[in-house]
């Protein structure tokens, strides 16, 4: 294959990694917003801009990768986030830290409030973000 059709392809395809991370995040805030309660997919598929099969294949990736989403089938039903504690405490080494504002970065920092809280948080915890 030719080198510059390899590099197109591997640019869309973290193109449209990006576009779904960045989906995905908006997708966590909007649940957080609902305080519990349960969002309907065609709604979060509306306000995404999305198909609701889009929205229940990233509520599924969440979901794997360790988020607290469920869904509530039937009348009342969508999909929501399970109650957790609103501040938890977690314990990062350097590289650990570093990963995450990587990734932020890559992301960027102020693609929604929570990221930028979170790289605030992790900058001021290096010591870096006074």
Do not use: F, N
Not at 73 to 89: E, H, I, M, N, Y
Not at 109 to 129: N, Q
């Amino acid at each position: 294959m030719d080198r510059s059709i390899q590099l197109a392809a591997a640019s869309r395809d973290g193109h449209l990694a990006l576009r779904r991370v960045e989906r995905q995040q908006a997708l966590i805030e909007r649940l957080h917003a609902a305080h519990g309660e349960p969002i309907p997919l065609v709604l979060l598929a509306d306000g995404l801009g999305v198909s609701e099969r889009t929205v229940a294949r990233d509520v599924e990736r969440l979901r794997s990768s360790g988020v607290p989403v469920r869904t509530r089938q039937g009348r009342g039903g969508g999909v929501l986030l399970s109650a957790t504690a609103t501040d938890v405490t977690i314990v990062l080494d350097l590289p650990e830290a570093a990963a995450l504002i990587s990734s932020l970065a890559v992301l960027g920092p102020s693609v929604s409030p929570s990221a930028a809280s979170a790289m605030r948080k992790l900058t001021r915890a290096l010591g870096s973000g006074q």
